[in-house]
């Protein structure tokens, strides 16, 4: 029997998944921009010194390792429908029986002026230590400064992204920036804006409460109905009109699908693709989307969260579907098992909610930690991040504070 | 008493060894252009995917703790020796009563046209990233390609510095590439070029044929007796008139002081500053040089080695001469106590020669192993070099792959 050929757009915690999945059945071809793989969720950790860079990174050809799976780096340029083909920036043209769509999120401005510009995002490596490095030379001005002039880092946008971000800001600067150099230290404010009347929207209110409070005891200030209206240099303006000084200004207000699906014309419901039920794009029983970049598919018409078990059940999912196909089994209607939220405030603090169960505080925060440890890819990179985790909370340091953008040589 | 005002330009090995020595006595600021310190004896590790980025730097402010000395995150213009202050890039003018210059070294091209633009230096953290984004580029290249098609990846210059690399990138290439991509690593061609007639002219000659025989069973072709004319895109043009394909050409035939000491106007000999024995730059008694930037001083007028132990040697001894002056006694002169040289080939095999003895293979390697988590600054760089290496070790694959330079987004 020839397999079928499965090609596999975007190698993410879906993409991976649907491969591993899949290679028993399917000749498969996963094709990504990055010879990594991102672990998007402890990204920020990056971005405050927790982590090295090349801890919340693995490679791809080592995650398909004795999978039989192939590899392309490139970025998908078009479909030929007619043809059963995908057209790659490096020129190639593969074959596929069937293609699958996990080309994940870029960051969404929602329209706001000044984003694009002026607002860092937290979707890459290379963001994550751009935002690193502006904190440590912000930080650099005002050890040499040595007057009043304060600096302000605002993070916008209250959900799970935000106030993890937020809080990992202020327990950096409150940490190991304050025992580099106390003064400057105190004059760095962390701010986290969310135009809603709550944090963490997903959450009970109870829960929603309790991380506010967390994060003004770490020195956050917290604004809530709080729109941003445009983005200027060093500034924030808001809705009502008035300004605030931003320095450094972290934008963590929400995230579309990928831009690539715009190139690849197919159909799309607000800014993500227009899926069945099966998962199968719109009029392309052949073509499956799956995590970020796919829309609604549950019974509510509801858009699910974009966080990386939705695109593992996904992946899992599809590799199915294509099995039934094969075995000429008729396709099932997929739907979510949530496993809860969880987002991290800070040391010994973070709020899960798992089926009305919530936690907050230590025993969150640990549960939290686990959880992260284990879908973390690879032995290397759960060493690797258990010893700067450690280190970091014995100590209260964070080892990881270069300077190592691109702007660096 | 009020202290004397010191200011140390550069903070590798030597300047924050001084600087360390110096706060009793004095009023110390560390003036870099980074705010980390770059570990350069394993900076090859992380060209060839063996280490983070993150785990060869450790942040000056750090190190600096609790000592009471100043940083500065700047590069200096020039001196103003009528009032004793050095200005820095930053605008801001320091006033010195003693100034240490411990730059550091660059690349030297010795003149060898297209070594600026054609090769890659082994300096700094950028430079490795883009040395292992290189690699991965080229190998994911010869993925997609699947012909015959051969890469060859030159390191020229045969001393510690080229065999590590060339072993290190020997190592990468037959073992996880080879385990990513077998038919892809088989066309990469690793090659050590050297003038001389031998590998590692510090070491008996022994050692230096025990060098190369142990890099030819890791795959490398050493070229001895070939020196290099010119450079070109993908090309090495030799003296004899003949050239080798070359996609990536890595540096690593020699430096020089830090270009920085021709901005400051002090008298060099050779491309380093001109010093006493006693390390005061010639005629300027208040001006003090160290490490590599620092020129001959041995009593046969012969330049040091430009290694970690004389930079440290060297700072010590500035702080003791700062102090003998403080104290009104007479000037001391430097003399270095050669501890030995090492350089480690691959796994379980390095050279030692540590006066008159000498070792190679397991022991060596060992050896090596032990003196670099040594001198490794941190506790946290120990234990994640530590997890790095023993995974590495243990499983035959190097974990940090990644293409991660300032090339994508």
Same mark, same amino acid.
């Given at each position: 029997m020839i397999k079928p050929k499965v090609v596999i757009l975007g190698g993410g915690f879906g993409g991976l998944t649907a491969a591993r999945s899949l290679t028993s059945i399917a000749d498969v071809t996963v094709v990504d921009r990055h010879n990594f793989q991102t #672990?998007? @969720? *402890?990204l920020y950790q990056v971005s405050t010194a !927790? *982590? &090295? &860079? %090349?801890?919340v990174a693995y490679p791809i050809r080592g995650a398909l390792r004795g999978s039989g799976a192939k590899f392309r780096m490139a970025s998908p340029i078009s479909i030929d429908h007619k043809n059963k083909q995908v057209k790659l920036d490096s020129s190639e043209l593969l074959d596929f029986d069937h293609l699958i769509v996990a080309l994940g999120s870029t960051t969404a401005d929602f329209g706001i002026p000044g984003v694009s510009e002026f607002a860092l995002g937290m979707k890459t490596v290379n963001e994550a230590l751009t935002i690193r490095a502006e904190v440590m030379r912000r930080f650099e001005d005002l050890c040499r400064f040595e007057d009043n002039t304060r600096f302000s880092i605002s993070v916008v946008g209250g959900g799970p992204t935000g106030v993890e971000m937020a809080g990992a800001l202020a327990e950096l600067v409150r940490g190991p920036l304050k025992s580099d150099q106390a003064n400057a230290a105190a004059h760095i404010d962390v701010r986290l804006i969310e &135009? !809603? %009347?709550?944090? *963490? @929207? @997903? #959450?009970s209110p109870s829960l929603s409460a309790r991380t506010k409070k967390d994060l003004e005891k770490l020195g956050v200030q917290v604004m809530l109905k709080t729109a941003v209206k445009e983005l200027e240099h060093r500034k924030i303006i808001l809705k009502d009109g008035s300004s605030l000084p931003s320095e450094i200004t972290i934008w963590a207000a929400g995230v579309k699908g990928s831009p690539a699906m715009q190139q690849l014309n197919l159909p799309t419901v607000g800014n993500r693709l227009s899926v069945e039920q099966t998962l199968q794009v719109k009029n392309y029983p052949n073509i499956w989307a799956l995590g970020d970049i796919a829309g609604a598919v549950g019974k509510d018409g509801r858009a699910l969260p974009m966080v990386a078990p939705v695109a593992i059940q996904q992946g899992k999912f599809i590799a199915k579907q294509i099995d039934r196909l094969i075995k000429l089994k008729p396709l099932k209607e997929f739907s979510y098992v949530d496993k809860g939220s969880m987002a991290t405030i800070g040391r010994n603090k973070a709020v899960v909610e798992v089926k009305g169960i919530k936690l907050a505080g230590t025993i969150a925060w640990l549960t939290w930690l686990w959880l992260h440890l284990f879908y973390l890819l690879g032995g290397r990179n759960k060493i690797g991040t258990m010893a700067d985790w450690t280190w970091n909370y014995l100590t209260f340091d964070r080892g990881n504070r270069h300077i190592m953008d691109s702007e660096i040589n």
């Open positions: #672990f998007l @969720p *402890l !927790g *982590l &090295a &860079a %090349d801890h &135009a !809603g %009347d709550r944090l *963490l @929207p @997903p #959450f």
